[in-house]
């Protein structure tokens, strides 16, 4: 959805009665195109992902080689990538915006609400590797999450409990 669609959209749920709404690049229906990252997590799609699991493993090395070739490149920006977009919605609307999306410092989560990007900010891989980073953004310990934005975690949550997997999948016996 482009932002002036967005925009349409977000007047007509608040005209609706909606209380809020988050903006976001999408859902986990759209694939990889919503996922950003600096590489693509090809042995996590080959180890989770449902459409590759009739791929023999016999061929898996060959299909991790043609995969990258097949898979769109993660859209750039890996930070802060529905910004504009909050920022055009919370400006057309009177209910609350909240916004996800590459939001992992302190700084960055501080900014988007002091300049009235949005009234609330929400993250996720952030939490998924630090469960705990709220309370230590308060106690002065952490400015920055640990994620790397591989992925794993979204892709792996297919046939595994969702965690963080840091960009690798362990060698099983």
């Keep these: 959805m482009r932002p002036d669609e967005a ?8 005209a609706a009665g909606c209380a809020g ?12 195109a919503i996922m950003r990252g600096p590489r693509i997590p090809t042995d996590a799609l ?5 459409k590759l699991d009739a791929v ?4 898996k090395p060959g299909v991790a080689r043609i995969l990258p070739l097949l898979t769109p490149a993660s859209p750039k920006p890996y930070r802060l990538y529905n910004i504009d977009a909050a920022r055009l919605i919370r400006k057309a609307v009177s209910i609350p915006v909240s916004v996800v999306g590459g939001i992992h410092t302190l700084e960055d989560a501080s ?4 300049d009235g990007t949005a009234d609330f900010v929400s993250m996720s891989r952030p939490f998924i590797i630090e469960p705990s980073i709220v309370n230590r953004y308060q106690e002065g310990r952490q400015e920055a999450s640990r994620c790397t934005m591989c992925n794993y975690c979204a892709i792996m949550i297919e046939k595994e409990p969702l965690r963080c997997w840091n960009g690798r999948i362990p060698k099983r016996a």
Excluded at 21 to 32: R, W, Y
Excluded at 56 to 59: I, K, N, S, T
């Design 7 to 14: 925009v349409r959209v977000a007047k007509m749920l608040e």
């Design 56 to 59: 023999p493993g016999l061929f």
């Design 46 to 50: 080959l180890a989770a992902n449902f």
């Design 111 to 114: 900014r988007v609400i002091e």
């Design 21 to 32: 709404v988050e903006i976001s690049s999408g859902t986990i229906a759209e694939g990889l």
